[in-house]
C-alpha cells in the first residue's frame, strides 16, 4: 500500500510536469468551444461532439495547465478544469444534450496498483459451531482426565480405623507426603483417629496429609510436683477418677511422694488414680481402732508403736489413748505408745474378766498386781498356757484348761503367757489374807460370801458331801469315808457363755476355798451321766475325790 501511494504521487508530480501550449492569449473563454478530434474525446461516440465545462471559478488561472488542441479536428469544448488539466482518467464531462445517448464505458487502468484477491470467509455461524465443538471437545478431555486423577490432586482415601503402617502406605502409594500426630485417647495404640483433609476430599498429594494416631495413656511423672500440680498433669492426660491419701514422710509438706499406677504405666481413662501426698510425721488417729489395725496404720505413718494396756470401760482390745497424743509432729520412726482398753479384774479373784484378756494384757494386769511365776507350760492340744502364779499375800492363781483340778507338776517356769499362750480357765485358792468376810462357812451363807467377792451370779446349783453323786464303780474311798472331817458344799452358776464355780471345805484341819471360771463349752465334752447330769457334782467330785 505504501508503494502505491508512492506510485501515484510520482504520476500526480509527472502530470503536473507537462506543459501544453496555449495561445498566447491566455486562456480560453468559458463559453467557447473547441473542435477536437472525435476519437480523441473521451465518453464521445463516433462523429459526436462533447462539451467541456469551464473549470470551477476558484481556480486560478495560473494553476490552470495549457491545453493544445489540434486545428484539422472540431469539437466543442468547454474550458477545462483542474482535472482535464491533469488528465484525470475518472473525469468525464458531458453535455446535457448527450444525456440521451447511452455512451460507451470506457475502461480506463488504474494507476494504482491492483489489491490481490481476497480469499472467501466462512460464515460466521460456521465459525461458531466450530468454536463450540472445540470447547466441547476440550471440556470432555478435560473432565475425563480429571476424573481419573491426571490433575487436580488425588482423593483422600478411607483411612480411620486401620493401623498407623497401613494407613501410611495406602497414602503413599497415591503419593501423599504423610506427618503422625499423637492423640492420648482409650482406643488401641497406633489406630488412626481422623485424617485432615478428611476422606473422599480432593487434595494435592505435595501438600501433604496429617494422621491422627492413638497413642496409649501413661501416668506422668508427678513425683515431687504440688497435690494441686499432680492432679492437674493427671486430668490433662484424661484421668477421671483420682484419690489422695496422705503420709508422714521427710519430703515437703504437701508434695506427691508416689502415685498409683505408677509413673509411665498405662492406664484408661475410667481407672482410679491415687495420690500419696506427704505430710509431717504425726500421730495418726487410732483412738477407738482395733489394736492390730492402730498398728498397722501406724507402720504406713512410718512410725512404730508399743503396747500398753490399760483398764478401761472401752471395749476391750480398742486403742483409748496414745503418747504422744493424736496429731503431735514427731521423728521420722518415733515410737508411739498405745494404750489398749482391757476390762482387768477388780480383785484378783474376780474372775470372769480373766477369761476375756489378751495374753499381753494378762501379763501386764499380773505384773501390776505382784503375782510371780510358779510354774509354765502350753497345752499341746490347744496351745493355752497351764500356769501358775503366786500371789503376795499368799494366794495362789492358776491358769489352765481344767481349773476344776488344782494340781500341776512344777518345774519349768517358761512364761508362756508373755509368749502369747491362750487362757482356757482360770482358778484361785484364796488365801487367810484375802477371803472376804464369811466366806470361810461350809454353808450357803458362806457360799454367796465369795460369790459376791468374786461378782458371780446366776447360782443355778448346789451340792454338798451328802447329796454329791459320784460314779458308782468309784465311790468314795475308804481312807475317805473314814476321815470324819469331810465336809464341803459346792455351787456353780452361769453367765453368758461362761461358767463359773465356787468349792467351800474338805478333808482334814483348815478350809479351802476356791473359786474357778471356765468357758461353758468346756463342759460340753464331758460326759455328766455319772455325776447325775450336774456341773456341780462333776466339779465337786473331780476337786475332792479324785486323785
Known sequence: MAASGEKDKRAEKDLRDETVALPPEGLPDPDATV??????????????????????????????????????????????????????????????????????????????QSLPERRRRLPRWAIALIVAV?????????????EQELWGGKTVPVVVGMTQEDATSALEELGFVVSVEGVVTDEAPGTVLASD?????????????????ATE???????????????????????????????GSSAPAGTVISVTPGEGEPFVASDQVTLVVARSFTVPDVLGMELVDAQALLAESGLSGTVAY?????????????????????????????????????????????LDLVPEALVTYLEQEGF???????????????????????????????????FYAGGSQTDVISQGAGVGGVRYAFSADTLPEGGSSVSEEGLRAVMRACGFDGLLDSCTQEDVVVPAQEGPSEEVEADQGLSF????????????????GGSGDGTRVIALAAPASHFDGIDLSPYGDSICDYIAYTDLYAK
Not at 343 to 348: C, E, F, G, H, S
Not at 489 to 495: A, F, L, P, S
Open 372 to 406: 510371780e511365776l510358779e510354774y509354765g507350760e502350753i497345752f499341746a492340744a490347744t496351745g493355752n498356757a497351764h500356769s501358775a502364779y503366786s500371789g503376795a499375800r499368799g494366794d495362789l492363781l492358776q491358769i489352765s484348761d481344767y481349773p476344776e483340778i488344782g
Open 310 to 354: 490399760v483398764d478401761s470401760a472401752h471395749d476391750a482390745g480398742t486403742v483409748v489413748e496414745t503418747s504422744p497424743s493424736v496429731g503431735s509432729e514427731v521423728a521420722e520412726g518415733a515410737t508411739v505408745e498405745l494404750r489398749v482398753a482391757a476390762t482387768y479384774p477388780d480383785d484378783p479373784y474376780d474372775l470372769m474378766p480373766y
Open 35 to 112: 473542435a477536437a478530434p472525435a476519437d480523441e474525446l473521451p465518453g464521445a461516440a463516433d462523429g459526436a461532439t462533447r462539451r467541456i465545462d469551464a473549470a470551477p471559478t476558484h481556480v486560478l488561472a495560473d494553476d490552470l495547465p495549457t491545453i493544445v488542441v489540434p486545428q484539422d479536428e472540431t469539437a466543442t469544448v468547454t474550458a477545462p478544469d483542474g482535472l482535464d488539466a491533469m488528465d484525470d482518467p475518472y473525469y468525464a464531462p458531458v453535455a446535457a444534450e448527450d444525456l440521451t445517448v447511452a455512451n460507451v464505458p470506457v475502461s480506463i487502468p488504474s494507476p494504482v
Open 489 to 504: 458344799i459346792c455351787g456353780y452358776g452361769r453367765e453368758g457363755d461362761k461358767v463359773w464355780a465356787v468349792i467351800i
Open 134 to 146: 472445540l470447547l466441547a471437545v476440550g471440556c470432555g478431555v478435560a473432565y475425563y482426565t480429571y
Open 197 to 213: 483433609p478428611v476422606s473422599g476430599v480432593r487434595a494435592d498429594p505435595a501438600a501433604g496429609i496429617v494422621l491422627s494416631v
Open 217 to 247: 495413656r501413661v501416668i506422668p511423672e508427678v513425683v515431687g510436683l504440688t497435690e494441686e500440680e499432680a492432679r492437674q498433669a493427671l486430668i490433662d492426660v484424661g484421668a477421671q477418677s483420682i484419690q489422695t491419701v496422705s503420709e
